[in-house]
């Protein structure tokens, strides 16, 4: 049995849309992207009237040496809290999860990663970590369920975006007063408590059995 621990690329980062409602805002084309920062985050915005601002946190890992033969046991996504903010509202919302992704690329964003199209509805951890409990200064950990261990590609890439549970159900946080909750996580760009994936694994080499300590 062997578990690695695999940094994610420099393609960490986020994507966004905004609109003059809940059903524009989610369902767009995407407004910009920003993988060069030292965190990310994942927004859930209302404003004045019916005005809605959604970001998509996007985390991209090489897991081409998880032998292709293997069986993943079980694997976590470690986030590093870097900051939150929050106004207060709108009530209910700060509940974050992980779903797949597709991406343009391994290394970048783009502001066409943002449509809705390239995401899943399946929450991949089953416990969502609340903006209230999303710690600041350490990892902040979702174990994943059979749904996220399907989803780690050996022999590949595997991406996971972290969203609000809003987000991911289609669910307008509804509203009308300036609101939002905020949190980040530390990026590659950091250099130091990068996003990574633990996964633990039994591989198999010409039908022999690897074990690495």
Known sequence: M????????????????????????????????????????????VSAGS????TRAIVQFDTSTIPADATITSATLCLYGASKITSGGPSGVGNMNITTVTTAGNTTLSNSDYNISNYGSTRLSDTSISYANWIIGQYNNYVLNASGLAAINKGGWTKFSWRHDEDIDN?????????YYIPYFQTSENGTNVPYISITYIGTANGNFLSII
Do not use: H, K, M
């Not at 690329?9 to 995407?30: E, H, I, L, R």
């Not at 005005?51 to 959604?54: D, K």
């Open 171 to 179: 669910i307008d946080p509804g509203g009308n007063a300036f609101s």
């Open 51 to 54: 005005l809605r601002y959604i």
């Open 2 to 45: 062997s578990t690695v621990n695999i940094n994610s690329s420099a393609g960490d980062g986020y994507v966004g849309g905004a609109g003059g409602d809940w059903a524009t805002a989610y369902g767009q084309n995407g407004n910009f992207n920003d993988y060069t920062s030292t965190d990310a985050e994942s927004r859930i915005y």
